[in-house]
């Protein structure tokens, strides 16, 4: 069982950038694809990121792409997601996910961080 824990929201201005991190525990981290996800008031569940075990191999979505960038540190067990030129429309919850293969479906989830951006 892997337990997952983000941090890093919180309020900036647009235009700004934030750093999430997601803490995993429980599982062999190396072992685990990790991925990003975000979802809005009134709004579906929006993939962001992933990345292999190794870190070697990753996805991002067109919608953030060029803005973020997910990363990992396989030594502190520990995801992260450096977010770039935030505007409001970043505003949202976001997710960190494992899973040990890739997937669109993921297994593991965290509990969500806050990132509000303001105009």
């Known amino acids: 069982q892997v337990q997952l824990a983000e941090s890093g929201g919180g309020l900036v201005q647009a235009g700004g950038s934030l750093r999430l991190s997601c803490a995993a525990s429980?599982?062999?981290?190396?072992?685990?694809?990790m991925a990003w996800f975000r979802q809005a008031p009134g709004k579906q569940r929006e993939f962001l990121a992933r990345?292999?075990?190794?870190?070697?191999?990753?996805l991002t979505a067109n919608v953030v792409k060029g803005r973020f960038t997910i990363s990992r540190d396989n030594a502190k067990n520990t995801a992260f997601l450096q977010m770039n030129s935030l505007g409001p429309e970043d505003t949202a919850v976001y997710y960190c996910?494992?899973?040990?293969?890739?997937?669109?479906?993921?297994?593991?989830w965290g509990q969500g961080t806050q990132v509000t951006v303001s105009s």
């Open positions: 996910a494992a899973d040990s293969r890739f997937t669109w479906d993921y297994t593991y």
């Open positions: 429980g599982g062999t981290f190396s072992q685990y694809v």
């Open positions: 990345i292999s075990g190794s870190g070697t191999s990753t």
